[in-house]
């Protein structure tokens, strides 16, 4: 069975950072483009950054709002996608979500979501 | 940044009657290899965004086939044939034309009047 699971979220105050983790199950991870999605509290989808496979290029892409203080990263040995978060403000506060986000036939498949919150 | 508009924001609905979404893009979201990158995701509630439909039009797997999905270039439209109890959740449109930036629509709430 395909799963992808978050974990990391927590409560952290602001300037502080957080490393969330994406675990990936039943897929071939190691081809496969990953993204992190982030939904505030009541709002919308708001897409964060994407990482390549390492067969495309690695190349990783961020939003303007999370450039500089977040990077993305992939263990292809552990089938883990990382989501590092420095200087965290409070309008990072959200479920964070890894997923492929597919634009083709291929299936598309999210995480459960891990609940970041920014506060004093 | 391609801005995605969805309308409308709320969107009641009989049981057993249709519903139509509609999602406008800034620019036109055709790709240079002649496909239109456009998804549709449902959002129940309480529970991660899955999506519906890919490329306008194509249904993934399990997806009833009470819902489907038109449009090009600028203009799209999910539509539900008869609603169901299980469809209510926020609807939103995505582009995958232009990226990055992934952008999303602002959603579409569908509840049962």
């Known amino acids: 069975e395909v799963q992808l699971v978050e974990s990391g979220g927590g409560l952290v105050k602001p300037g502080e950072s957080l490393r969330l983790s994406c675990a990936a199950f039943?897929?071939?991870?190691?081809?496969?483009?990953v993204s992190w999605v982030r939904q505030a509290p009541g709002k919308g989808l708001e897409w964060v950054g994407r990482?390549?496979?390492?067969?495309?290029?690695?190349?990783?892409d961020y939003a303007a709002a999370v450039k500089g203080r977040f990077t993305i990263s992939r263990d292809e040995s552990k089938n883990t996608l990382y989501l590092q978060m420095n200087s965290l403000k409070t309008e990072d506060t959200a479920v964070y979500y890894c997923?492929?986000?597919?634009?083709?036939?291929?299936?598309?498949?999210w995480g459960q979501g891990t609940l970041v919150t920014v506060s004093s | 940044d391609v801005v995605m508009t969805q309308s409308p924001l709320s969107l009641p609905v009989t049981l057993g009657q249709p519903a139509s979404i509609s999602c406008r893009s800034s620019?036109?979201?055709?790709?240079?290899?002649?496909?239109?990158?456009l998804n549709w995701f449902q959002q129940r509630p309480g529970q991660s965004p899955r999506r519906l439909i890919y490329?306008?039009?194509n249904r993934d797997s399990r997806v009833p086939d009470r819902f489907s999905a038109s449009g090009s270039g600028t203009d799209f439209t999910l539509k539900i044939n008869r609603v169901e109890a299980e469809d209510v959740g926020v609807y939103y449109c995505?582009?995958?034309?232009?990226?990055?930036?992934?952008?999303f629509g602002g959603g579409t709430k569908v509840e049962i009047k």
């Open positions: 997923t492929t986000l597919r634009v083709t036939h291929y299936s598309d498949y």
């Open positions: 039943g897929f071939t991870f190691s081809n496969a483009w």
């Open positions: 990482i390549k496979s390492k067969i495309d290029g690695g190349t990783i």
């Open positions: 620019q036109s979201l055709v790709h240079s290899d002649g496909n239109t990158y």
């Open positions: 490329k306008v039009s």
């Open positions: 995505m582009q995958g034309t232009h990226w990055p930036p992934v952008t």
